[in-house]
């Protein structure tokens, strides 16, 4: 993780944030947040595969650690948006 991939991921939260309590009015935004944690757990699950997780916790304890869960956490909100997506273009279906 570069300075830049942290400050990104700080820049995708504060994007999560604003629409918030206005989610239901931009469903193709949810859409968009759900397509961009499947790029980063894709990413991950990719790295998983291909790499040797043990190396990385050779190296640094805390490394180890992020590096084994953080795309988990990246496939649950994947799923949590893409739910509310399909929720919000299925409501507009029934008005």
Known sequence: MSNFGILM???????????SKKFHTVKWLVGIFAVEKFIYGYVWTNWILNNNISDVYDKDIKAGIF?????????VFFIFF????????KAKDDN
Do not use: E, P, Q, T
Not at 9 to 19: D, E, H, N, P, T
Not at 67 to 75: C, F, L, Q
């Open 9 to 19: 991921i700080f820049i995708w939260g504060l994007a999560y944030i604003s629409v």
């Open 67 to 75: 590096y084994s869960i953080y795309g988990i956490n990246d496939w």
């Open 82 to 89: 893409l739910l509310v997506f399909v929720r919000l273009i």
